[in-house]
């Protein structure tokens, strides 16, 4: 099962995708999280310590992994391998987190560089590799667009899940993203509802977002807001908050199970 979690800024999706991969793998499941969003702080949320943390190093600031498997130091240009072995990466990079391994992919930002260098192929080659090849579940904590996705990763991206707030921007956020994941080929594109209070929201939700399914609300909670104030991890610090994650957990589960023909 590969899961793509985006959503505009400051909406949560941190948070969803930090719990899911925790209830996965507390279900003893074997999860990948990756922190593809360049604001990075995935593994706090997962309750990383510090140091932790700190051995999670961007993979597209590993020089030298990148030039020994891709012929090419990073930022000279030249010839460099288009399809290089990524196939222990996760083994060799990931950080072990209460279960969760997790890895960040980084940005590449080297002026001139653009799409067509060492590190941005090696990057595309680490997703492609993790969504098509690996049997793991994936987790990919994405921004609001959808850049690490090409067409060939996104068809194996199992459910693309939106995370919106009761408000016009927010959802606006969501049918963009959801029109871009379409025409990549995404099958199944879903939101998830975040600082809900009431029925009230989860009508106007339903209503504003249209054909994009709502597979589940969470709701607002002062524990939440009180653990990411102090740096912590949200998993399992308000049981009506952890109750609702375990729900959604479930629906995409199901929905994928369904989807691949499975029991």
Request: charged fraction near 25%.
């Amino acid at each position: 099962m590969k899961i793509a979690i985006s959503g505009k800024g400051g909406v949560g999706k941190t948070t969803l995708s930090s719990s899911l991969a925790r209830i996965w793998a507390s279900q003893g499941r074997r999860v990948i999280a990756i922190d593809a969003d360049p604001d990075a702080n995935l593994a706090a949320a997962l309750g990383a310590s510090s140091a932790q943390a700190a051995q999670c190093i961007p993979l597209s600031e590993m020089d030298d992994l990148i030039e020994e498997r891709t012929g090419a130091k990073p930022g000279r240009g030249g010839m460099f391998i288009l399809n290089p072995d990524v196939s222990d990466v996760v083994e060799r990079c990931g950080v072990d987190i209460d279960g969760v391994t997790l890895l960040r992919t980084g940005t590449v930002e080297r002026g001139g560089s653009g799409c067509m260098c060492s590190e941005g192929t090696f990057l595309k080659a680490f997703v492609h590799n993790l969504l098509v090849e690996r049997d793991d579940i994936a987790v990919l904590d994405m921004e609001a667009g959808i850049e690490h996705l090409g067409r060939g990763t996104a068809e194996a991206v199992d459910a693309f899940v939106v995370v919106v707030e009761p408000g016009t921007r927010s959802v606006q956020t969501a049918h963009t993203v959801s029109v871009l994941a379409r025409d990549l080929g995404v099958p199944r594109i879903f939101a998830v509802g975040n600082r809900v209070r009431g029925p009230e929201d989860i009508a106007y939700l339903t209503h504003a977002l249209g054909e994009i399914e709502l597979i589940g609300t969470l709701p607002e909670s002062e524990a939440v807001r009180q653990a990411d104030r102090e740096g912590r991890s949200p998993f399992d610090v308000d049981p009506k908050f952890t109750e609702a994650l375990e729900a959604i957990a479930a629906a995409l589960v199901d929905t994928t199970t369904q989807s691949q023909g499975g029991a």
